[in-house]
């Protein structure tokens, strides 16, 4: 099996064709006996996710354990619609056992706290070499609980895994405090030590990435963790745990509880023994979230929330460039991604050949199984997923904006939702103003720059935004004056764990990646010595 | 295209007289060495690296390198020149002009070459100690306890900061912006001393990359092995050609040519204080090339009575005669409080005494031999000078007999601040101690020297040590310890200790050069 040891650099090196070529015939294998050093993975008779090696159960303390009320639940396939496996179900009393086992990671003396931060550091790049190791398997795991394209699980999603875990492991011994000309005879330094025990509530849909964004800063930082995968796809984040067991961090340092978020993730939210929560999902829940916060114990709160975020596509823009961008700024990940540029504003004058082109490249857009390589979408995650896209997608018809194209389930098994794109969409209407998370793309006209900003703006959320011109003033200008935590200027999707992400307004508290990353996992200590005598 | 590096070392052709001290490690309790029978070290690991290639010196020349603990030739190496150095810079350009595959690699892509050459240098831990050992004479146990372990976590720590190295963005008045970008310098020339050959080499090199720059490292005539068997691990990591050429020769003929050459953007030097003159000279005289500089110590060690006596002692004990006293940060001034000067006295010769001397690649040993003749010949005439000034030599003071360059541990007392073991860099074993009454009158005489490397101060008292060591006018002051380097803090010196620092964070400053990039836009921007 090739694909192992193929770096990602050297993946995209040899050319996506390639690397499809290639990666075909170790799909073929790894779908069908998967074979581990650890035991034998039979995805046809998911022997592995039942049995005593775990990664299917609660994992604490570097152990695996069955849930304390003994419930379980399932883990679908939503591409055919079929049950993968079993996993046990995490309630309060399980995050109780997991917090005191952060806790006890986090305690003065222990091993965790008393690592050269370095080490700390070598431990979370034996992480990603794990990731590496083991990014086919991960790959196809992650394809098949999500039901996104499995190149893009093996290119997007392991890539951005693996690449997270070694940014903030070279952050560990870089976490640098200060020392302050106080004013009288005093001298000061900061030290930025961990936060303590840190729960994170992750989505399904980038389990692992989203995993790694968390897992990543938090540990560089030197605190503990207490982890709740989406009850949708915690297959990946379970694996995580065994490479977390296997690269040596020492025992209670994570702790991943698959459940739900009224049971386990708001115990997170609410416990007294966590210092910290971190969340990524609707701005809904975000809301839960820092009331659940506040009502406790003031935890620190940082959200990564929901988006409507607008891409606007001036005249001047190249526009081959502008509607492939817009197109894939959309539908990538079949529409489920926070920074999803659902609203495209384009000036009038090339407004209706931009539709036409967005709604033949729309119709082009191959929806198939994931595992398919010339896949380019797969199903929506749930059937839940699946009926409120198709009930936005029907209130849009309904408030008069033009249907180009889609707008359907495809009648076969599986969640599917087709490429749906939206003309003349007004702003007053549904599916210009709610977060559809769905394959649908709105296409809207604009006149003047000052009227895009004001339209582009008159959102409660602000994730990300786009602009597409070649022109550098109007560039500058409206990247300044969008509000939103992210702007591409022709690009989109380009993210990098080297720049900060995250929302203004309602779309979230707090930076994820990036130094300022690291903010978010520590606190800052001032320690001010009165100094005898004159100072020098 | 020569093969994998061997393991195998030559250790000395024919040694004439086999010697008691002389035996290869045997000890469950570390790595295996590598076989060292006469198998010859491979030829390429002995020429001259450029381009990812081994070459010939263009004049021909070799030099040989000698075994200090024997005096036994190691073999003999491509003796580099200004030819070579330009067919070097050549290559360095090349590989990091505009449009190269060095400088469109991704950052993070140069941290993971940098990480893929700590896991080599891991790999290779053991050949690589037992080659500096032999080359320098630093026990085989520092140098792969210390020595190896400082290049892999230097490497290690570089890689880390190579896609963190951020440029800002500044809020200026009217209708522009700007931003900053730190680039890579171009082309950096760095001559590295023989005490520390690999770490030096990893302090130079490892920043420089992780900036994006290419490099020309001179190592030292007297150790150029480790480096070159660096130079094979450079290019099975995948540096591409160019990026790393390594140009073993001589100071006055490599070294200078890379000092005044017009076409090297920054050189980095760590040797003598006077030799950093001349570098810091050449550049002015050539192309204002950036000079960094690591020079010189005189570094004082200021013992108060109120210490952990015992700790201070075997600290600076430590601090004067680690590495055979051949260290910059050499604790070669130690200042004891009235108090407590005869107790620290009497314990530092107790303990100077049963100081381990023998061969280096023993176990049990701790001190090996003076790097070679010249430097022998120079610490005791030094030792001598201190005797005839009217220091107290209380142990040491001669070489070991018939053991070549091998020199006692040696402790002068009641040494004056005027004598020339008190003001001159010995670079030998040699520990001069000297009594203080007050805080005032000891600062004053720690700071009255030209040089400004490192110091210490032993006390408990926390309002002393803040004070005395914002007082001394060092680049690093340890308090209640000595030596205490590491990959994450910085190191450099004050007055002619040098120019510039090496490691932490504050080491990329050296190897980038800051250009401010300003927009003007047709209207202001809303903040």
Not at chain 1, 413 to 418: S, T
Not at chain 2, 35 to 47: E, G, R
Not at chain 2, 317 to 324: D, I, L, S, T, V
Request: net charge neutral.
């Amino acid at each position: 099996m090739g694909v192992r040891g193929v770096s990602a650099l050297e993946a995209v090196q040899q050319g996506v064709i390639y690397g499809c070529v290639s990666l075909l015939g170790s799909v073929a294998l790894t779908y069908e006996s998967l074979s581990h050093t650890s035991g034998v993975f039979h995805f046809k008779t998911h022997h592995f996710f039942t049995s005593n090696s775990g990664q299917s159960r609660i994992f604490i303390n570097n152990e695996w354990h069955d849930s304390v009320s003994g419930k379980v639940f399932s883990t679908y396939n939503p591409a055919t619609g079929e049950k993968i496996c079993d996993v046990q179900e995490a309630d309060k009393a399980d995050v109780d056992k997991a917090v005191q086992a952060a806790r006890s990671a986090f305690s003065l003396d222990s091993v965790w706290r008393k690592m050269d931060a370095s080490e700390r550091g070598k431990l979370l790049f034996k992480l990603a070499d794990l990731v590496e190791r083991d990014r086919a398997y991960l790959a196809t795991l992650e394809s098949l609980d999500t039901g996104k394209p499995f190149l893009s699980s093996f290119f997007v999603d392991l890539q951005g895994t693996i690449k997270t875990f070694r940014y903030f492991a070279g952050w560990a011994d870089k976490i640098h405090g200060s020392t302050i000309p106080t004013d009288g005879e005093y001298f000061t330094l900061t030290r930025h030590e961990p936060i303590g025990v840190c729960g994170q509530i992750v989505p399904w849909n980038f389990p692992l990435v989203m995993t790694a964004w968390k897992l990543g800063p938090a540990l560089s930082c030197g605190n503990t963790v207490v982890l709740k995968p989406a009850e949708q796809t915690p297959l990946t984040c379970l694996y995580i745990g065994a490479l977390i067991r296997e690269a040596g961090f020492p025992p209670g340092v994570v702790n991943i509880l698959p459940g739900y978020g009224p049971t386990a993730g708001a115990a997170i939210a609410s416990h007294m023994g966590i210092d910290k929560v971190a969340f990524t999902g609707s701005t809904e829940v975000g809301k839960l979230i820092q009331e659940a916060a506040g009502k406790s114990n003031l935890k620190r709160v940082t959200l990564e929330l929901g988006g409507k975020s607008p891409n606007i596509i001036f005249a001047d823009a190249d526009f081959e460039l502008a509607v492939e961008q817009a197109h894939q700024g959309v539908f990538f990940n079949n529409g489920q991604c926070c920074t999803a540029g659902s609203r495209i504003f384009v000036e009038e004058p090339i407004y209706d050949e931009f539709v036409r082109r967005s709604v033949e490249r729309a119709r082009r857009r191959t929806v198939g199984n994931p595992f398919d390589p010339t896949a380019e979408q797969g199903p929506q995650v749930s059937v839940e997923q699946q009926r409120r896209v198709l009930e936005l997608i029907q209130s849009g018809i309904t408030e008069g904006a033009k249907l180009e194209c889609g707008g359907k389930a495809p009648l076969s098994k599986g969640f599917f939702v087709e490429p749906t794109v939206f003309s003349d969409v007004q702003d007053h209407m549904r599916i210009a103003k709610e977060e559809i998370f769905g394959p649908v793309q709105q296409i809207m006209k604009f006149k003047t720059i000052e009227e895009v900003i004001e339209r582009a703006n008159n959102t409660e959320y602000g994730l990300a935004a786009a602009v597409f011109t070649t022109d550098l003033n109007k560039a500058m200008t409206v990247s300044a004056a969008l509000q939103a935590g992210t702007v591409w200027i022709n690009c989109y999707n380009a993210l990098s764990c080297q720049c900060p992400f995250g929302g203004f307004k309602m779309s979230g508290n707090g930076r994820e990646l990036g130094e300022i990353g690291l903010k978010e996992y520590t606190e800052v200590k001032t320690i001010t010595m009165k100094m005898s005598g004159k100072k020098s | 295209m020569p093969g994998p590096p061997s393991l195998q070392i030559h250790r000395s052709a024919s040694r004439s007289k086999p010697c008691k001290y002389c035996r290869t490690i045997n000890s469950h309790s570390l790595p295996p060495a590598p076989d060292m029978k006469t198998q010859p070290i491979s030829n390429y690991l002995l020429q001259i690296f450029i381009n990812n290639e081994w070459h010939t010196s263009i004049k021909g020349k070799k030099f040989p390198t000698i075994n200090p603990a024997t005096g036994v030739k190691i073999c003999d190496v491509e003796e580099a020149d200004k030819a070579d150095v330009d067919e070097a810079v050549r290559a360095a350009r090349a590989a990091g002009q505009r449009g190269s595959e060095w400088r469109q690699m991704d950052a993070s892509s140069r941290g993971r070459l940098l990480h893929r050459l700590a896991d080599l240098l891991e790999r290779e831990r053991a050949v690589l100690a037992t080659l500096e050992s032999m080359d320098t004479g630093k026990p085989f146990l520092h140098a792969f306890f210390v020595d190896l372990d400082g290049s892999i976590k230097t490497l290690r720590y570089y890689a880390g900061w190579t896609d963190k190295i951020h440029g800002k963005t500044m809020p200026v008045d009217e209708n522009f912006v700007c931003f900053t970008k730190h680039e890579p310098v171009g082309v950096c020339g760095a001559i590295i001393p023989w005490n520390f050959p690999l770490l030096m080499f990893m302090w130079k090199i490892a920043p420089a990359l992780a900036c994006g720059n290419t490099v020309v490292i001179k190592p030292a005539e007297q150790t150029p092995l480790t480096a070159l068997h660096t130079g094979a691990l450079i290019k099975e990591a995948g540096f591409p050609p160019g990026v790393v050429n390594i140009v073993p020769g001589f100071g006055p003929t490599a070294g200078a040519a890379i000092g005044s050459h017009m076409n090297i953007d920054k050189v980095a030097f760590t040797g003598s204080t006077e030799v950093g003159q001349l570098i810091k000279a050449a550049a002015a005289k050539s192309n204002l090339k950036r000079v960094t500089l690591e020079l010189g110590g005189k570094n004082p060690c200021i013992v108060f009575a109120d210490s952990d006596l015992q700790s201070a002692v075997e600290e600076t004990q430590k601090g004067a005669f680690f590495n055979q006293g051949q260290a910059c940060t050499a604790a070669s001034r130690v200042y004891v409080e009235e108090a407590v000067y005869d107790e620290f006295l009497r314990l530092s010769v107790e303990r100077a005494k049963n100081i381990a001397i023998g061969d280096p690649l023993e176990p049990r040993t701790s001190h090996g031999p003076q790097i070679n003749q010249h430097q022998f010949d120079k610490i005791l005439e030094l030792v001598a000078s201190g005797k005839k000034e009217g220091a107290t030599l209380e142990c040491g003071g001669c070489a070991v007999e018939d053991r070549g360059l091998f020199i006692h541990p040696t402790i002068f007392s009641d040494v004056k601040d005027h004598m020339r073991i008190a003001k001159e860099e010995i670079f030998g074993p040699v520990q001069c101690i000297m009594k203080f009454k007050t805080q005032e009158e000891v600062i004053d005489r720690a700071n009255g020297t030209q040089y400004g490397l490192t110091a210490a101060v032993f006390t408990r008292d926390i309002h002393r040590a803040m004070s005395v060591s914002a007082a001394l006018e060092a680049g690093t002051v340890w308090v209640n310890c000595y030596n205490a380097l590491h990959a994450q803090a910085p190191f450099g010196g004050y007055k002619m200790s040098g120019n510039g620092r090496e490691l932490g964070e504050y080491a990329l400053a050296e190897y980038t050069e800051v250009k401010a990039i300003t927009l003007k836009l047709s209207e202001r921007l809303t903040l």
